[in-house]
């Protein structure tokens, strides 16, 4: 499918229904013949050219950046730094940045709307974030501060001009860093003026360009007013996205390089500021500031986000992974030559039974270790490293096929329903069987299963469902009006669980497929 074509994901929705939402993790490129020509000599006389010059300039700016801050200890560095090292340093490593951007083909940058001032927005918050080339929006910025991993320190060069800017590392490794960083971001936002400017890509990771990521609250913490920064490549042909699947950070670096030029145009929006309700609430100020952003670019403003590594989607009231690990377990499988119908997997249902690495491989009959490993990493475990049997029994059941959706929902929700409160009128019992409801815990980890669904937002559907009665769990019969009937989840369930059916991109309810017309292997972003 194109890039722009509309319904990326309409075999999903029943007719008549909302418009499909674009799917913003997939980016693919389409060059004719002549593009593929043209691109085949400019790429072999003009990127090694623009890379090796760039490559250069990157180095030359290591210098500047190690003067502004060599001799300072990490008290001083505490404060913003000025004097001649800011004049000096400062206006070198601008220099220098943007001839390193001129050298990889970014001959104009076209700055529309008035940059705030740090007084009237301490923080500067872009988007759209497609693309490894966004850190050109700092230099009509004036090279404000950013937030970055702990981990960039290490790299040469860059972790030199993260010291020179002064950034505010997160680890992820330290579970006290975020809690660190949002103190050092209040701090420096409520400094009435002492410290520059901080930017944020409040979506945290690169998309299409289609619609916004959700915004994560780091940005909007403070409860101080901020700037949208728009951030648009208008370019006959997109060489810059850099999504979760499509071309690799390669690729995209030599296929922009081989560009004759390309212009990127950053827009200021008037200052946003929070109502007292915002204040006091990050999430509602990240939400409201992002369909502001998503207004002004004329793109949709989504729930889709990164959940670890993985990018989570939503479908009705669901929000469920572009590609569950559930798939993949049975890739792995199926290269062991395991069929899952021949696995033994009586659990006892209501009833967790925790197994350690050995006994799941003597129970799935794996006997390489690497093979073992990979598999028992797709269950959650424990502090003790074990994990509950009922998960790997339903996915086993999922990946085996053989049972239809209703019997599937039903052996869900047999393995990890719970026995009623005891305060459950006994009316309620003969009207409704057996006196078992599926809970919250037994919910998320059904949704995570099946669909990949983050636990937080399956708890807060189950939470959403259960408001129409009194009762603090769902019965059999409203969990498969929801999983099996309901004319949208139906299909989304029925199609998730066909894992087998998925590689095909024939297939119209094949969910790579639906979410953007087309079926790709997944690419690492070192390609």
């Given at each position: 499918m194109s890039q722009g074509s509309p319904g990326d994901w309409a075999p999903l929705y029943p007719t008549p229904g909302p418009p499909a939402p674009p799917n913003p993790f997939v980016h693919e490129l389409h060059l004719s013949r002549l593009q593929r020509v043209k691109f085949c000599l400019l790429g072999a006389l003009l990127a090694p050219i623009r890379v090796l010059l760039a490559f250069i300039v990157l180095f030359l700016l290591w210098p500047f950046a190690w003067l502004q801050v060599a001799g300072l200890t990490e008290e001083q560095l505490q404060e913003p730094i000025t004097g001649w090292r800011k004049t000096v340093c400062h206006n070198g490593v601008l220099g220098l940045s943007r001839l390193l951007f001129f050298l990889l083909g970014f001959l104009r940058i076209r700055v529309r709307g008035q940059r705030a001032s740090r007084l009237q927005a301490p923080v500067l918050v872009a988007a759209p974030h497609s693309t490894f080339f966004d850190p050109i929006v700092l230099l009509p910025c004036d090279l404000p501060k950013v937030v970055s991993r702990a981990e960039n320190l290490s790299v040469p060069v860059i972790g030199a001009l993260l010291r020179f800017n002064q950034a505010i590392l997160v680890s992820r490794h330290d579970p006290a860093s975020r809690r660190r960083v949002v103190e050092e971001v209040r701090r420096r936002a409520t400094s009435g003026g002492k410290w520059p400017q901080v930017?944020?890509?409040p979506e945290g990771t690169c998309s299409n360009k289609k619609a916004l990521l959700k915004f994560k609250?780091?940005?909007?913490?403070?409860?101080?007013?901020?700037?949208?920064?728009?951030?648009?490549?208008p370019n006959s042909l997109d060489t810059t996205s850099w999504a979760w699947r499509g071309p690799g950070v390669l690729k995209v670096l030599w296929l922009t390089a081989s560009q004759p030029y390309s212009i990127v145009d950053v827009e200021f929006l008037p200052v946003y500021r929070p109502s007292p309700e915002e204040s006091r609430d990050p999430t509602l100020y990240a939400n409201n500031v992002q369909r502001v952003m998503a207004q002004a670019l004329g793109i949709p403003a989504t729930e889709c986000e990164f959940v670890g590594s993985l990018p989570v989607i939503v479908v009705g009231r669901l929000k469920v992974a572009l590609e569950p690990q559930l798939w993949e377990l049975g890739r792995v499988l199926r290269k062991a030559g395991l069929s899952p119908g021949c696995v033994d997997t009586e659990a006892e249902p209501g009833r967790s039974r925790m197994i350690s690495q050995e006994e799941f491989a003597r129970q799935l009959q794996l006997s390489d270790p690497q093979m073992v490993a990979g598999a028992f990493s797709y269950f959650q475990q424990d502090a003790r490293g074990l994990v509950d049997f009922r998960d790997v029994a339903l996915a086993l059941a999922a990946l085996d096929g053989g049972r239809s959706l209703e019997e599937l929902t039903r052996l869900a929700f047999e393995l990890f329903a719970e026995e009623k409160e005891k305060q459950a009128e006994e009316k309620e019992k003969q009207a409704e069987g057996p006196g078992r409801l599926l809970y919250k815990d037994g919910f998320s980890t059904i949704l995570h299963l099946l669909l990949g669904s983050p636990h937080p937002a399956a708890r807060t559907l189950h939470a959403e469902l259960c408001q129409a009665g009194a009762r603090q769990g769902l019965s059999l019969c409203e969990f498969q009006d929801f999983s099996v009937h309901h004319p949208l989840h139906g299909k989304l369930f029925g199609t998730y669980l066909r894992p087998s059916q998925t590689p095909n991109a024939s297939s119209p309810d094949s969910v790579p497929a639906?979410?953007?017309?087309?079926?790709?292997?997944?690419?690492?972003k070192g390609d």
């Open positions: 930017l944020f890509f609250p780091g940005a909007f913490i403070a409860g101080v007013p901020v700037q949208p920064v728009l951030i648009r490549y639906l979410a953007n017309g087309a079926v790709q292997a997944p690419k690492q």
